[in-house]
């Protein structure tokens, strides 16, 4: 009996032990956890501030709300209806309707002749109301084509019919598009005065170029400072490409405000966002809202501290910021405008950049160049499979087979322009700019300038109480441009090209009489003023455009 007891003592007593021990797992483990969520938080208070986490916290309880509001029987009702007008209204903008129209839905039994095809091509290019192939042709846009010029166009077919078929993913079966990849990438880190060490590869445009760009910090990071939540740091301003990167590569973004005055990041949250976590901050030369340069210097100061990657986009800034010095331009004028400040390799922080070879290099679309400090960098972008069943593979970027004939038609462009070509080509163009800047500051005072944009692209918002920005985008639009609006602060911009560059009169014209109807018939009804105001201006908007906008991209494939 008492053997009995005693045993069943003892097992009790381990029993006991082990959920101490058990317990105290627990609560190391809860202890832990905590932990962590605190230095997140932290982290996460540090990187925005009290006043932007409150903000942002607002925001998410407002949505919260509104979204338990939608979800009323009553209420989805009326939104479905609402989404369902908005739907057919953006389909009947972009596909062509009525008994006219041929579809062509499967494949034909029999082959057309090519004849047939440029018929069917020319209908096509006709059959939606106000539209027409050469409506580019007339100039009236923000980017978008950015050079349009015969002679060019016949090069780049010239190059691409000779290459049609290659794919640089053999390069022993075309050892031609093998060199013009690998000069391409040369001749563009020369424009950005990169060391020797440095390298690059081609990509099929700037969104690619950026995306590579996070994975190659990503795994860099992972490789040399065995971070495993990585963090990046961006300007408000960036390119929503970074986000996307970060998006699909698993990495936590930092968005850091602009100020409203210089339209530059903000470089004292730029370093208080800085973590261990930190893989890579970035900066744009020029950014894609109002065209204007961060302060790449400092950031370079910055990434060097902390030893991590400082990118620097120059996707837009392509072939004319690297031009800006030759053309006496990069000073600015005499009253200290549109300086351009230093963004290349030159600043020993900056690890990478990425320059579009299809914006200002004139060449087709479907090229960019990614750039790196060093090679070493570089193999973080690889993708290598040694043991694929189909064999050992290896690619430098996103896509496997590629367009040989794009690196051809590249390749073509920039041999034929030249340097001597892209600094007049900078030169008009910037100059243009200036001058739609200088008549918004000097002979417009219902608008301003955002910021102090030193290259191609200007924006402009308002300081009237009676004139709203995306008013006057709207009746720009009536007047035949097509301009792009901008949310934070309400505004609108021009990315001048070659093909703007005849009608700077014409536009400051235009854009005096679109002040003028803004400001005493404004009509309230424009696609800016519906889309742009909604999505800033309510805690609902957001959502409502982001349903809008994908059933913009549904619609693009309604046959
Ligand atoms: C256009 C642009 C990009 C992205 O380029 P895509 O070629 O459209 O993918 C990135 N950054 C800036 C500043 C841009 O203007």
Redesign the pocket.
Known sequence: MSAVASSSKSSLKQIASLLLTLDGAKSALFYYVLLVQIIKAHRHLRARGTRMTMKELYTWVSRQIIHVFLKLPSMQKKVSEQMGQARLDIENKLVPKGPDVVRHLTLPNEGKSLEWLIKEMEIMDTEMPGSSIDAWKKGKLSGAVYHGGDELSSIIITAYSRYCVSNPLHPEVFPAVRKMEAEIVSMVLKMYCAPDSAAGTMTS????S?VMAVKTYRDWARAVKGITHPEMIIPSSA?A?FDKGAEYMGVKVHSIPVDSYTRRVDIKRVRRAINANTMLIVG?C???PDGNQDDIQSLSVLAKKHNIGLHV?C??GSFIVPFLDSTGLSKGDEKGRYKLEPFDFRLDGVTSI?C?T??YGFAPKGT?VIMYRTAELRRHQYYVNPTWSGGVYASPSLSGSRPGALIAGCWAVMQHIGSEGYKNSCAAIVKATRQIADAIHDDIPELYVLGNPPASVVAFGSKHPKVDALEVGDAMSKRGWHLNALNDPKSVHIACTKLTVPLVDQFIADLKDSVREAKLTPSGKGTMVAVYGLGSSSAVGPSMVGQLASAFIDALYKA
């Open positions: 445009g700037g969104t690619e950026i390119h490409a744009s020029i950014n894609f986009d996707c837009l990425s579009d299809h914006k960019s």
